[in-house]
């Protein structure tokens, strides 16, 4: 109960501070996409379980990889900054509604 307490408010977190508020829904409405439609496929094809959960492991360990990359990719890209600012942990996907939103906070 603990950690799926904890997860909740910070993936939030870390979802207002990376995907604009701008595109927002259009990201997260993307990412439902692929979801579903490994949802339709597991529900029509009634796999058996052994093979689900191969195939779960398979999708965790492909993530557990993809997340290792990133975060080497982000520990190189922090490393080459002249100045760190939490603002700039991610140029690419940061704007300036991060900025006017901090000021409003304020």
Known sequence: EACVGAWFPAVATL???????????TVY?????????????????????????????????LALLLHARLKTLLLHHDASLTHHDDDHLLPFVADDSDKTRQADLA
């Open 29 to 61: 409405n993307l990412f439902r996409i692929p979801l579903n439609v490994i949802v339709l496929i597991l529900l029509l094809a009634r796999p058996p379980p052994r093979l689900v959960f191969r195939a779960n492991l398979a999708l965790l360990l």
């Open 15 to 25: 979802k207002s501070r990376l995907v604009p508020d701008a595109h927002r829904s």
